[in-house]
Nanobody
Framework: QVQLVESGGGSVQAGGSLRLSCAAS????????MSWHRQAPGKEREFVSS???????SYTDSVKGRFTISLDIAKNTVYLQMNSLKPEDTAMYYC???????????????WGQGTQATVSS
């Protein structure tokens, strides 16, 4: 059974940094496309960043130059280094994996439970 476990959230002041981790377990012999999303109170969940196996990355405009996504394939773990944090970055951050066919196995979309990041001014 596939499972995503996030960690690394916390409370920091504006300008500070946090590093989020998301470990994926249950994938046998494959690494899925992994991404980060966030949801602030009263707002819809939004895309933050994604990374593919070849290292290609994508970021939403509001975090470009401040956030960096990386992937440890051996550990099936994706990281989100968040620097120069702003109060508007305050949200629950969720890890997500995309559907994947790996040999005879088919994996669906999976969401983690979320980790809270709070940035005070």
């Amino acid at each position: 059974q596939v499972q995503l476990v996030e960690s690394g959230g916390g409370s920091v002041q504006a300008g500070g940094s946090l590093r989020l981790s998301c470990a994926a377990s249950g994938y046998i012999g494959c690494t899925p496309l992994m991404s980060w999303h966030r949801q602030a109170p009263g707002k819809e969940r939004e895309f933050v960043s994604s990374i593919e196996i070849d290292g290609s990355t994508s970021y939403t405009d509001s975090v470009k130059g401040r956030f960096t996504i990386s992937l440890d394939i051996a550990k099936n773990t994706v990281y989100l280094q968040m620097n120069s944090l702003k109060p508007e970055d305050t949200a629950m951050y969720y890890c997500k994996t995309e559907p994947l066919r790996c040999g005879t196995r088919v994996y669906g979309t999976v969401w983690g439970q979320g980790t809270q990041a709070t940035v005070s001014s």
